[in-house]
């Protein structure tokens, strides 16, 4: 039993002077004192020894005991030690310029081409206003002309919420499905007149395919003013498709129907592939509905405190998503949230 505790006392002598880790030195502790430690398990065989053994071994092997754990610790400071004077050595040249070549990105062409229609419409007076993600059915659907039982509903694939929110009933809330969630709520705040653009994420329960996200982008001008009418709408329209697709595009307003405009009318370029001589692309007919807009709805105006005999509205709105399929030449929507940089760092 003596000899045994010597030869881990000498042992383990040399291999914490030698360790030059806080991790090796870690290691060797729990060799020593861990749950199956060489230094543990050595009382458990106490009871095989005689009376006098024990008298005459214990004291020895405490004196070890603490030695070896005492030189453990002071083994850890001076490691610590020499790690810290290592550190504090070392210098950088922070004015040196670097020798690596570092990967440059670029903006996402979707956030890219927002910013380009954002400076467009600011230059004729429209401010951005933001709308909340989760709204009312209310702000949503109701003061917009779709009451519930609407057949205009089934236009929109709804996300509705159960939770209960500021004391709303279950299924009131919802995941707007569009930016007009703001029409009303932006009239009751600014009145009239007003220049506002909206332009952000849009939520709906679409199967996903080339030309379909459930999370989408979109854009939406609100003109509310005296003497506001279709010729706006026509300018506005030809003012931002010019500058985006180029000064030759041709661009005409057609009958349509949306729910809260009176008249309402889908907004058509001449399709860039083709140039109006009727492609695949184009179904033929040499145009391409690129926007959807009309004459705010007088309903809609008296909804956000607007006299309608005395102002009149345009909205006016696309998906940028789409609008950017076109102009960068993508064919699958999916791309722009795909997150494949190699495909959207292409795209210039």
Same mark, same amino acid.
């Given at each position: 039993?003596?000899?045994?505790?010597?030869?881990?006392?000498?042992? #383990?002598?040399?291999?914490?002077?030698?360790?030059?880790?806080?991790?090796?030195?870690?290691?060797?502790?729990?060799?020593?004192?861990?749950?199956?430690?060489?230094?543990?398990?050595? /009382?458990?065989?106490?009871?095989?020894?005689?009376?006098?053994?024990?008298?005459?071994?214990?004291?020895?092997?405490?004196?070890?005991?603490?030695?070896?754990?005492?030189?453990?610790?002071?083994?850890?400071?001076?490691?610590?030690?020499?790690?810290?004077?290592?550190?504090?050595?070392?210098?950088?040249?922070?004015?040196?310029?670097?020798?690596?070549?570092? /990967?440059? @990105?670029?903006?996402?062409?979707?956030?890219?081409?927002?910013?380009?229609?954002?400076?467009?419409?600011?230059?004729?007076?429209?401010?951005? #206003?933001?709308? /909340?993600?989760?709204?009312?059915?209310?702000?949503?659907?109701?003061?917009?002309?779709?009451?519930? @039982?609407?057949?205009?509903?089934?236009?929109?694939?709804?996300? #509705?919420?159960?939770?209960?929110?500021?004391?709303?009933?279950? @299924?009131?809330?919802?995941?707007?499905?569009?930016?007009?969630?703001?029409?009303?709520?932006?009239?009751?705040?600014?009145?009239?007149?007003?220049?506002?653009?909206?332009?952000?994420r849009c939520f709906r329960y679409e199967n996903l395919d080339a030309r379909h996200e459930h999370t989408l982008e979109q854009f939406e001008l609100v003109y509310v003013d005296k003497t506001v009418n279709m010729a706006n709408l026509q300018y506005l329209s030809e003012y931002f498709l010019k500058a985006i697709f180029g000064k030759e595009t041709r661009v005409r307003l057609r009958p349509k129907y949306y729910p809260f405009v009176e008249p309402g009318a889908g907004v058509d370029g001449e399709c860039l592939f083709c140039k109006g001589k009727g492609c695949k692309i184009c179904g033929g007919t040499g145009w391409l509905e690129l926007a959807g807009a009309g004459m705010i709805h007088p309903q809609v105006l008296r909804n956000g405190g607007i006299n309608p005999n005395e102002y009149t509205g345009i909205a006016w709105g696309f998906g940028p998503e789409r609008m950017a399929m076109l102009k960068y030449e993508i064919s699958d929507i999916r791309v722009f949230k795909s997150g494949d940089l190699k495909a959207l760092g292409g795209i210039k």
């Amino acid at each position: 039993m003596e000899n045994k505790i010597l030869e881990i006392h000498s042992k #383990y002598l040399e291999k914490i002077k030698q360790a030059n880790s806080l991790a090796l030195l870690d290691e060797i502790f729990l060799s020593l004192f861990g749950k199956n430690g060489e230094i543990t398990l050595i /009382p458990k065989d106490f009871g095989k020894l005689t009376k006098d053994e024990v008298v005459r071994i214990s004291p020895q092997f405490n004196q070890i005991k603490v030695e070896l754990e005492q030189l453990i610790e002071q083994r850890r400071e001076e490691v610590r030690e020499e790690k810290y004077s290592k550190l504090t050595s070392d210098t950088i040249d922070i004015t040196k310029e670097a020798q690596i070549d570092l /990967p440059k @990105g670029q903006i996402h062409p979707i956030t890219q081409l927002e910013h380009e229609v954002v400076e467009l419409f600011s230059k004729i007076g429209f401010q951005q #206003y933001q709308a /909340p993600h989760i709204d009312t059915d209310n702000y949503n659907f109701e003061l917009l002309n779709i009451p519930a @039982g609407h057949p205009a509903r089934d236009l929109w694939d709804t996300l #509705y919420l159960e939770e209960k929110f500021d004391n709303l009933d279950e @299924g009131k809330l919802l995941l707007r499905t569009h930016t007009s969630n703001a029409q009303v709520r932006l009239m009751r705040e600014a009145g009239a007149p007003v220049r506002m653009m909206i332009i952000d994420r849009c939520f709906r329960y679409e199967n996903l395919d080339a030309r379909h996200e459930h999370t989408l982008e979109q854009f939406e001008l609100v003109y509310v003013d005296k003497t506001v009418n279709m010729a706006n709408l026509q300018y506005l329209s030809e003012y931002f498709l010019k500058a985006i697709f180029g000064k030759e595009t041709r661009v005409r307003l057609r009958p349509k129907y949306y729910p809260f405009v009176e008249p309402g009318a889908g907004v058509d370029g001449e399709c860039l592939f083709c140039k109006g001589k009727g492609c695949k692309i184009c179904g033929g007919t040499g145009w391409l509905e690129l926007a959807g807009a009309g004459m705010i709805h007088p309903q809609v105006l008296r909804n956000g405190g607007i006299n309608p005999n005395e102002y009149t509205g345009i909205a006016w709105g696309f998906g940028p998503e789409r609008m950017a399929m076109l102009k960068y030449e993508i064919s699958d929507i999916r791309v722009f949230k795909s997150g494949d940089l190699k495909a959207l760092g292409g795209i210039k």
